[in-house]
Each structure stands twice: as structure tokens, then as C-alpha cells.
């Protein structure tokens, strides 16, 4: 078997024995109405409504959207137009914390009886991917092919972030049965968990959990990024390639982070739906980093505050990570459903960008051998052409290729430029 | 204020500046070995090409308005590299043809760093070589080899001669150009390169082993074929410049096949005693099409049939 392409990335894994707190609650949350892939919900609640703790806020009747649930109580200050990171805009609802957490009476554990109810159930958990891409899971878990394979993405191969493992060691029991819950709905019949093996103490638990179950297996994964990129997880750990235009489950696999399998859990117990997340916050201008528990549109600042930031240091802040997180401009965005981390630095980057020398570093690093010394050459010229045969629409992102160019050309940036302007070129 | 920019926020260490400090490095055996073999001019040669190399650069980016680009040493390795390719009683200002012609018609005038099609070096040597024959075939006695070094000698090219034993070939102590005779150094830079991942050993493997193959076939003897002339500094330093070759590692072997053919047969056959730098240069030409036809295969990509979307 081919050894796909990969970089060695500095792990930075400073916080993987910060156990996750639950910090203070905010004074209010802004929680907006679209955090996944898929259309922005509407908001149920009014100006001045009470709200409680897991009551839904936000819905929407198309089938690809998420509905939105409070992780606080008390009363909806505003309802605004809210700009959200990657430009779009959506409502966002203000809430004033009252400081009870009174929970609705609405959270109650689903009654799950046949596939259906379970799909349903999914979607009222207002569950989505908690890996960083943010995809609706009730579609994810809803595939028309046969699956046989339930692959956990425990990989983590980001820098910094911690969240990942730190479930997986705090909850590893809740995460197991949230796995076995979707295994036997979906009656899949094998399980896999890639966890790279920088997190040995995550491979060693769940080994030992899972060691009277057949069906499950663990699997260690070498450090190398991009290790949790769906297509490089699915060929490192089944050999199996995800062809161009295809989907995982055409082959019949699902891809689902560890983190969401534990969400998930906690909803099928407690009917508490995804109104907190965990998240890494790390940096080298935060005094106290971790993982912290925050309710769902807890602003970024509040956090930061908590971690003991020297704010007016940052010069860049990044909700995800070193490698696929992008900037934010305003401190006071609030923490979404699928940020697993925020990331304050003083000390940056800054590398002027240089000729291609055609040294080929980039197509080595690129793990799906990609060419994008070419693809950049192409975009320069607006050659659609070329892009679409040196298929620049498979590229994912992960930001190798920028990584290694020693003339620190934009390289992944470019990609992605590419591939809106043959967008917009249809 | 923060710093909005797209992902990735960390970047290698390595540099473009890096890589060609590190193929200074690399050329410094071969070229000491040619300073012990022909003294002090050989010296005076290389800093000439090298600050010629340097000021062409400066003045050709002045001139042009474009931001300059002297402190990516990419000047430097040429003018080091063009010196290596002369013999030590060139005169200078053949020297500093030579430097305008690698860095200000090979480079700058189309585009500068990574957008030349041929080697600068290369270029520069084949220019002189054509308008200066007499004085690029002039060979002179090694310094050690007789002890009034200080009249120019000629000698014969180790290739021509064939008389040169492998040990001399090896330390260095032939005729040649100042940067090819000392294969010991070569080897040395040429395994430094490949060790540090700064290029592959596929054109070179595939460069010399043609050269030997072709040679033993021919009833030579390929090891005096490797050591003698300038297939190993070609090799090693010339067929593996980024800029001017193929990328992936099936570009790299057919045009290291096929430098070693061109230069086999310019050997044998061709007017000239030595091949090397027109096989660099002819297949320099050609890398676009190899480029084009050894493109790599995307991972799971459905490519369509001709005049699908």
C-alpha cells in the first residue's frame, strides 16, 4: 500500500493534561443561527422571552440545517443581524444570563424505537460535526448506502488543540456508547477509532475499554499531519480510496469525530442537546491555558479573559488550529459548535512571498499529490483549463503545501481562490 | 489591530535563501579542490564571476523597477557555479561575459528566480565556449604537476589525453575546468545535497549511469568517463537545478536518461570532447513537455475522456 504524503507539524500539545473546566458563566451569550454547513435557522424566541437551559432558540424546516438550542438561562436582550467568520449573514440571539441554569422541561431522552426516530432524534440534538467543518451529523448518519464501517476521528493531528483527547480520556464510556448507539442503528458492523500515537494514553484506555468487543477496533496512527483529513484517515486506516465526486459512504464508511459520538451520548441519555463545547485555548501570550467547558456563544474575549490573555499583545487570533483555523478581526465573536480551539498569539509569522523555484517541496508534502506549484501557476493566469486538469477541486485544505514552500508562497490559499473562481466562472 | 490571513499560521523553517546557502555549501569541496589544483587565479576567477554574477544581478533589477532580489544568493551559486565551468587562464573579461550572459540574458530578461528555462551556468559556458573557443580549450598544467606552474601550460583534457590515471582523475590533479577536476570534492557535494533532501538522487543516479552503461557498451571504461571531464559536476550541481528540470521523480529520470545519451554521444561521436553542459541544455529545453507528460496523478481523481467537461 501507497504511503500517502504527509508533514511533521511541532505538536505543541501544552495543554493534554489540562483537565476541562467549566468556567464562570458569561453575563450574556450570542448565539447565531447558522454554525454547520446547510441554511440558516429562524429564531423561535422573541425579545424578551425567558429562556431555559437546552430550549431550542433557532429552527428551520429544510432538512439540511441544525436547529439551535440555548445553553443558558435567562432572558433574550436582542435578536440582530450577526456577520458570521466566513462572511455570510445570519440572527443571532442575545441572551441575559440569569445565573440559575434553569433547565427546560423540554430536555427529556429522546424515545428511540426504529431508524427514523433515531435520524429525527439526531437532528432535534442540533448535532453537528465537532471536528472543525461543522456538517449536519442527522445527514451524515442518514447515508442511502449500506455502511459497514464507523470510522472515529481521534486523530488530532492539529497543533495545540487538546479537546479531542481530553474527551476521549474524561468520557471515554459515554463516548464508547454513543458509538454503539450509532453502530447498531445504523446496524454497522465494524468500528474503527484512528487516534494518533503522540495521544498514547488515549489509545491505551480506550484499548482496554474496547478489548471485550470484537467489533471495535483501535488503531494508532503515526504523527503525521494531516492524519485527521477525512480521505487520509479512510485510506490510512481502511486502504480505501474516496474517489473524486464520490462520498464515504459510497464506500460504505462514515467519518465521525470522537467528540461528537460523546455529544451525541449525553443527548440519547440526558435529552440535553449540543449547547457547550469544549474548547482549547493556548497561545504565547495566555498565561493560563486549557480546555474550557463554555456554553455556545460565550464571546471569545470572556474566554480570554478567563485564560488569563494579555490582549493587547494579540496580533493574530485563531479559532482552530496552526494549520486550517482561520483569523478573527473582532474579539468579541462568540464561540460556535464546532470551534474546538482559540489561539492568541503576540509572536507571528510574517514571510514575504518569493518566486516558485519549482522545487517541488509542495507536491512531496501534498497528500493527495496534488501539484500546487502548477495549480498556483495556472491561477495566475486564470487558466481554467489547467486548474480543472491538475483537479484543483480536490484539494482539502490542509495547508501542507504552504507549510513546507521555503518561498513561503500561499500555496492552499491560492487553491481555494481557485476554486471560487471556476465557481464563478459556471 | 489583529492579523486576518488564511491558513496555515506556522511555516517550515527552511527558506529559498536556506536551500541555496546550502548549495554553496555543497560546491565549496569541488571548488577548493580547484583552487589547490590551479592556485591562486583560479581564486581570482570565481570572485570575479561571483561579483560580476552579483552586480549584474543588482543593476539589471534597478533597471527593470523590480524589487531586488541579491540577498536570495541565487547570484552567488550561479557566478560560483559559472566559474567551476571555466578553464583557470580564461581571460576576465571573458569572465564577465559570461556572468552577463547567465544572470541578465538567461535570467533576469525572462522574469529572474525560477522563471529561466535553461541554466544560467549552463548558457554562459556554451556562449563562450562558442565565441571563445581557443581561449575555453585551453587547458592548463595542473600546479603540482610541474613546478614552474607560474607559465601557462597547455595540456590536453583528461577526455582527449585518456592517459590521466584514476587516482589523479579522483584528487584532481588533470586538466579541466576549474570546478570538474576534483571529483572527490564533487562526490562529497553532490552526497551533501542529497542527504540534506535538497535534491534528488534520481537525475544524477540516471545522469552517470547512462554515461556508464553507454560507455561500457562502447567498449570504454565507464569509471574514467565518470571521473574525467565535467559529468560529475553536471550531474550532481547542473541537471538537478530546480528551476530548469522536471519535477516529479519520472521527469527527473528521463531527463537524467537523457542527458546521458545526448552526452555519450557528443563523446564518441561529436566534434566536441565533451558533452555535458549541451546535453544539460538541450534537455532544459525539452523539461516543459517532460513536465507536462509526467504530471502526477491526483489521489482518487476520475480524470475524463477527451472532450468530456
Redesign the interface.
Known amino acids: 500500500m501507497k504511503k500517502l504524503n504527509s508533514i511533521k507539524v511541532p505538536h505543541n500539545k501544552n495543554t493534554q493534561n489540562s483537565a476541562v473546566e467549566k468556567i464562570p458563566l458569561p453575563q450574556s451569550v450570542k448565539i447565531p443561527m447558522c454554525m454547520n454547513m446547510g441554511k440558516p435557522c429562524t429564531p423561535t424566541v422573541k425579545v424578551k422571552d425567558t429562556v431555559a437551559v437546552g430550549q431550542k432558540i433557532g429552527d428551520c424546516d429544510v432538512p439540511f440545517s441544525v436547529p439551535v438550542h440555548s445553553g443558558v438561562s435567562g432572558t433574550v436582550k436582542s435578536i440582530s443581524d450577526y456577520r458570521m467568520i466566513d462572511g455570510n449573514n445570519c440572527k443571532a440571539v442575545e441572551i441575559e444570563c440569569d445565573g440559575l441554569q434553569t433547565v427546560s422541561d423540554t430536555v427529556k431522552p429522546p424515545v428511540i424505537t426504529d431508524r427514523e426516530s433515531f435520524i429525527k432524534a439526531v437532528r432535534e440534538s442540533g448535532m453537528v460535526g465537532l471536528g472543525g467543518a461543522g456538517f449536519p451529523t442527522h445527514i451524515k448518519l442518514n447515508p442511502k448506502n449500506k455502511i459497514d464501517t464507523l470510522l472515529l476521528n481521534g486523530a488530532e493531528c492539529e497543533p495545540y488543540i487538546t479537546s479531542d483527547y481530553r474527551t476521549m480520556l474524561e468520557h471515554p464510556d459515554e463516548m464508547l456508547d454513543g458509538i454503539r448507539i450509532v453502530a447498531k442503528m445504523l446496524e454497522i458492523p465494524n468500528v474503527i477509532i484512528g487516534i494518533e500515537n503522540n495521544k498514547p494514553e488515549a489509545v491505551k484506555i480506550l484499548k482496554e475499554k474496547t478489548a471485550n468487543d470484537s467489533n471495535i477496533n483501535v488503531m494508532s496512527l503515526p504523527s503525521l499531519y494531516p492524519q485527521g483529513g477525512e480521505k487520509v484517515l479512510i485510506y490510512n486506516c481502511t486502504g480505501k480510496i474516496v474517489e473524486e465526486g464520490k462520498l464515504p459512504s459510497d464506500y460504505g464508511i462514515i467519518v465521525m469525530n470522537v467528540s461528537t459520538a460523546y455529544a451525541l451520548d449525553v443527548y440519547f441519555k440526558t435529552g440535553m442537546p449540543l449547547v457547550s463545547r469544549t474548547v482549547t485555548v493556548d497561545g504565547d501570550i495566555i498565561k493560563k491555558s486549557g480546555n474550557y467547558l463554555v456554553p455556545v456563544g460565550t464571546s471569545i474575549e470572556y474566554i480570554l479573559d478567563y485564560a488569563q490573555c494579555e490582549k493587547d499583545k494579540i496580533n493574530k487570533l485563531i479559532t482552530g488550529g496552526m494549520m486550517m483555523g482561520i483569523t478573527i478581526y473582532d474579539i468579541t465573536q462568540p464561540v460556535t459548535k464546532q470551534n474546538n480551539a482559540v489561539l492568541a498569539f503576540n509572536k507571528i509569522e510574517i514571510s514575504e512571498e518569493l518566486p516558485c523555484i519549482r522545487c517541488g517541496r509542495c507536491m512531496r508534502a501534498c497528500p493527495l499529490d496534488l501539484m500546487p506549484m502548477e495549480l498556483d501557476k495556472a491561477y495566475k493566469k486564470r487558466d481554467a483549463e489547467s486548474l480543472l486538469k491538475y483537479k484543483v477541486n480536490l484539494c482539502m485544505n490542509c495547508g501542507c503545501c504552504t507549510y513546507v514552500c521555503p518561498s513561503k508562497r500561499k500555496l492552499a490559499e491560492t487553491n481555494q481562490l481557485a476554486k471560487a473562481f471556476l465557481r464563478n466562472k459556471k | 489591530?489583529?492579523?486576518?490571513?488564511?491558513?496555515?499560521?506556522?511555516?517550515?523553517n527552511?527558506?529559498?535563501q536556506?536551500?541555496m546557502l546550502l548549495v554553496i555549501i555543497s560546491l565549496l569541496p569541488a571548488l577548493i579542490g580547484g583552487f589547490i589544483t590551479f592556485g591562486l587565479r583560479a581564486v581570482i576567477v570565481t570572485l570575479v564571476c561571483t561579483a560580476s554574477c552579483v552586480i549584474f544581478e543588482a543593476l539589471t533589477r534597478i533597471i527593470m523597477k523590480r524589487p531586488q532580489?541579491v540577498s536570495?544568493l541565487s547570484a552567488c551559486v550561479t557566478g560560483i557555479l559559472l566559474a567551476m565551468n571555466l578553464p583557470v587562464t580564461i581571460p576576465i573579461w571573458q569572465a564577465v561575459i559570461g556572468s552577463f550572459v547567465a544572470v541578465v540574458i538567461a535570467k533576469q530578461l525572462f522574469?529572474?528566480?525560477?522563471?529561466n528555462f535553461v541554466n544560467p551556468a549552463i548558457l554562459a559556458r556554451i556562449v563562450l565556449m562558442l565565441s571563445f573557443t581557443a581561449d575555453m580549450t585551453t587547458w592548463a598544467v595542473p600546479q603540482y604537476w610541474k613546478e614552474n606552474s607560474a607559465d601557462i601550460v597547455t595540456s590536453a583534457t583528461p577526455l582527449v589525453s585518456r592517459d590521466a590515471s584514476y587516482w589523479d582523475l579522483f584528487i584532481g590533479n588533470t586538466g579541466g575546468c576549474i570546478g570538474e577536476v576534483c571529483a572527490l570534492g564533487l562526490i562529497i557535494g553532490g552526497l551533501f545535497l542529497i542527504f540534506t533532501g535538497i535534491i534528488s538522487p534520481v537525475t544524477p543516479l540516471a545522469f552517470i549511469g547512462t554515461v556508464a552503461l553507454a560507455e561500457l557498451i562502447a567498449g570504454n571504461d565507464p569509471i574514467y568517463h565518470i571521473l574525467s571531464g565535467g559529468l560529475l559536476l553536471g550531474a550532481f550541481f547542473m541537471a538537478t537545478d530546480?528551476?530548469t528540470t522536471p519535477?516529479?521523480s519520472m521527469g527527473k529520470l528521463i531527463f537524467g536518461i537523457g542527458c546521458g545519451i545526448i552526452t555519450f554521444v557528443i563523446r564518441e561521436f561529436g566534434g566536441y570532447p565533451e558533452g555535458v553542459s549541451f546535453s544539460i541544455l538541450l534537455m532544459n529545453i525539452i523539461t516543459p513537455y517532460i513536465d507536462n507528460f509526467t504530471?502526477?496523478?491526483?489521489?482518487?481523481?476520475?480524470y475524463a475522456g477527451k472532450g468530456d467537461?
Open positions: 489591530m489583529f492579523k486576518v490571513t488564511a491558513s496555515p499560521h506556522i511555516r517550515d527552511m527558506t529559498t536556506k536551500i532580489t536570495d522574469g529572474g528566480l525560477g522563471q530546480y528551476v519535477l516529479t504530471a502526477k496523478k491526483a489521489l482518487g481523481a476520475v467537461k
